[in-house]
C-alpha cells in the first residue's frame, strides 16, 4: 500500500514546480515589467505551437532533432563504452589516454563547429558528430572510474573460477559497474541535447535548434520560447524512456 501510495504521489510532486513556474510565467508577462516581444504569455507560446503544427513544421523539426541525437548518442556512447574499459582496465592505457581525453573534454561545443565545417562539410555528419562528441565525454569517464573502482576481491573470485581477459570482463566486472555504466549513458544522453543545439548552428534548415536560431534572428519570442520548452520536454522524455530501461534491466539481474 505504502509502495502504490509513492507511485501514485511522486509524479504529482514532479508536477508542482512546473505549475509554479507556469504560475510565475503568467505573472511576470503580465505585470508590465516586459513587453510580449520580450517575453509573451504562455498562450501566445500555445498559439504558436498550434500555427506550427497547422504548418505541419513541427514533427519534421521534432523528428529531425530526434533522430541526430539518437544516432549521435548511439556513436558516442559506444566509443565512450569501448576507450573507458579500456582505460578503466589498463593502467597503462590510463596514463596514455587519459589526460588528453579529459583536455578535449574541456573544449566548449561551439568551438567544434568551425572545425566539423571545414573538415566535414555541411551536410548530417557534423552535426551528428557534435551531438557524439558531447555523448562520448559522460558515457567514457563514468565507465572508466567505475570499473578502475571495482572491488579487487571481486576481480580475485572471478580468476578462481578461471575467468580472465574478455570473459572476466564480460561476466564479472561489467555486471559490477552496470549501475554506474548505466547513470553514464543517462548523462551522455542529456548531454547530447545539449550539443544539439550547437550542432544545429552547422548550415541547419530543420530541427529545433535551427527554430531556436532562426525565431532569434526574426524576432519571434514565442517561437523561441517554444523551442526552449521542446527541448526540455525532448531531453526529459529520453531520458524517463533510458531510466525505465535502467530500472527494468537492473530489476532482471
Keep these: 500500500m505504502t509502495t502504490l501510495l509513492r507511485t501514485r504521489t511522486t509524479p504529482a510532486l514532479g508536477a508542482v514546480l512546473p505549475i509554479v513556474l507556469l504560475a510565475a ?3 511576470a508577462a503580465g505585470s ?4 510580449p516581444a520580450q517575453l509573451p504569455p504562455p498562450g501566445e ?3 504558436a505551437l498550434a500555427e506550427l503544427i497547422r504548418r505541419g513544421e513541427l514533427w519534421h523539426h521534432l523528428a529531425i532533432s530526434t533522430q541526430r541525437v539518437l544516432i549521435g548518442f548511439a556513436a558516442g556512447s559506444a566509443l565512450g563504452l569501448a576507450l573507458g574499459s579500456l582505460v578503466g582496465l589498463s593502467r597503462t592505457a590510463g596514463a596514455v589516454l587519459s589526460p588528453t581525453v579529459q583536455a578535449i573534454r574541456a573544449v566548449p561545443s ?3 563547429v568551425p572545425l566539423l565545417l571545414l573538415w566535414l562539410g555541411i551536410g548530417e555528419t557534423p552535426k551528428i558528430v557534435l551531438v557524439a562528441i558531447g555523448a562520448f565525454f559522460p558515457v567514457y569517464t563514468t565507465v572508466a572510474a567505475a570499473l578502475a573502482h571495482i572491488d579487487p576481491h571481486l576481480i580475485e573470485v572471478g580468476r578462481a573460477y578461471g575467468r580472465s581477459g574478455l570473459s572476466l570482463l564480460t561476466t ?3 555486471p559490477a559497474a552496470t549501475p554506474a555504466i548505466l547513470s553514464g549513458l543517462r548523462l551522455g544522453l542529456a548531454q547530447g541535447w545539449l550539443f544539439l543545439v550547437a550542432a544545429e548552428l552547422i548550415a541547419s534548415s530543420m530541427g529545433l535548434g535551427f527554430l531556436l536560431i ?3 534572428n526574426t524576432g519571434r ?3 523561441m520560447l517554444l523551442a526552449v520548452i521542446l527541448l526540455a520536454v525532448l531531453g526529459k522524455l529520453s531520458d524517463t524512456l533510458l531510466a525505465l530501461a535502467e530500472r527494468r534491466l537492473l530489476s532482471a539481474a
Design 45 to 47: 507560446v500555445l498559439a
Design 32 to 35: 508590465g515589467i516586459w513587453s
Design 214 to 216: 532562426d525565431s532569434q
Design 172 to 174: 564479472i566486472l561489467v
Design 110 to 112: 561551439l568551438a567544434w
Design 221 to 223: 519570442t514565442d517561437v
Design 25 to 27: 510565467w503568467h505573472l
